[in-house]
């Protein structure tokens, strides 16, 4: 994301077009929000979604006067919560807190029960957090360089981690095989705590985690950092290096962001994203996302609905080379 638009780069490169369905612009019956708002957050409690939902509906209840009541419906990759929103009446009080699996479940899984560009308007990108490359601290490893040169020195490849078959960890290690020119052998995990456990112990060398996840970790010498899949540095860490300055083009993030049901009038779409807007350059957001690492910035529907646009395509490609498929 960036400051006027939503990214340093990627983002107003795609804005020219978003095929999402446009939002209505019906008006409202009455001032929204005049009651609770159900936020759905289709991922179990915990997690960076449910994360930064806290931190921002916290925010949003007090400055709009009602409450936003988070639910968590995981399941499926996220597909069981996303269902009900995309079901739900269009009417502002049920909203999805969502993140990356938005652009990538419609290509691991067949006759899913709703389309993603159908029946969801975009609102407003939340964050973006970049996954950090860590190793067991025993490996030989401190460099992109010595993790392939690792790699193509083991007959076998190297086993990598994952929180799960179609997580964007396994997507990122799938695209950091074919870009290093390299062999990975995908050790699952149902979740990415258990994944970066499994590291600590060494009983699997490396993963791509959620670059919240395991800053203390590496502060405190329980893994080691070897990259990151941002853009830049990390403000909490910027002795990492990004993954892109050894292999050009190499970037992928967990991002956050709040979709409506299709039909949800403009008016209502409009004053949540400036809502969210605001909450977001809010000091106690702000800095609560500067130490989880969450990059946000003020940003339009058409912008998120473009950023959306381009994850989709990005991820397409990665799950077709992979061949993954989850249902």
């Known amino acids: 994301m960036a400051g006027a638009g939503v ?5 107003l490169a795609a804005a ?14 009455t001032v929204w929000p005049d009651r609770p708002v159900r936020v759905m957050v289709p991922y179990p409690p915990a997690g960076g979604a449910d994360t930064t939902a ?23 990759g996220g597909t069981i919560g996303e269902e009900a929103v995309a079901k739900a009446t269009p009417d502002g009080y049920t909203i999805l807190h969502d993140a990356t699996a938005f652009s990538v479940n419609a290509s691991l899984y067949t006759n899913l029960p709703f389309d993603y560009r159908r029946d969801f308007d975009p609102v407003v990108l939340v964050g973006r957090v970049a996954n950090i490359l860590v190793a067991t601290p025993s490996v030989p490893v401190t460099t992109v360089a010595d993790v ?3 790699a193509k ?20 290690l799938e695209l950091f095989a074919r870009q290093a020119g390299i062999k990975i052998n995908h050790v699952p ?76 009038p403009s ?3 409009r004053k949540l994203n400036a809502a969210v807007n605001a909450a977001l350059v809010s000091a106690p957001v702000s800095a609560r996302f500067a130490e989880l690492n969450v990059e946000s910035h003020p ?4 912008q998120f609905g473009a950023y959306v646009e381009a994850q989709m395509a990005l991820w397409n490609r990665v799950v077709k080379d992979a061949n993954i498929r989850l249902g």
């Open 54 to 76: 806290r931190i921002l509906y916290a925010r949003l209840s007090q400055d709009l006067g009602q409450q936003f009541a988070i639910e968590n419906r995981g399941g499926a």
């Open 148 to 150: 392939i040169a690792f």
């Open 153 to 172: 020195a083991s007959p076998d490849g190297i086993d990598m981690a994952s929180s799960g078959n179609g997580t964007l960890q396994h997507l990122l």
């Open 267 to 269: 008016t209502i779409v």
């Open 189 to 264: 995990y149902r979740g990415g705590g258990l994944a970066v456990t499994d590291v600590m112990a060494g009983q699997v060398k490396f993963v791509f985690s959620n670059g919240s996840a395991v800053v203390g970790l590496i502060r405190g010498g329980k893994v080691k950092a070897i990259a990151q899949t941002g853009e830049g540095r990390l403000a909490s860490l910027p002795d990492i290096p990004a993954m892109s300055e050894s292999l050009p083009g190499f970037e992928g993030y967990d991002w956050n962001g709040i979709f409506v049901p299709h039909a949800t």
């Open 16 to 29: 020219a077009v978003v095929p999402f369905a446009k939002a209505q612009t019906a008006p409202a019956q």
């Open 7 to 11: 990214t340093r780069r990627g983002l």
């Open 299 to 302: 940003n339009t529907p058409e």
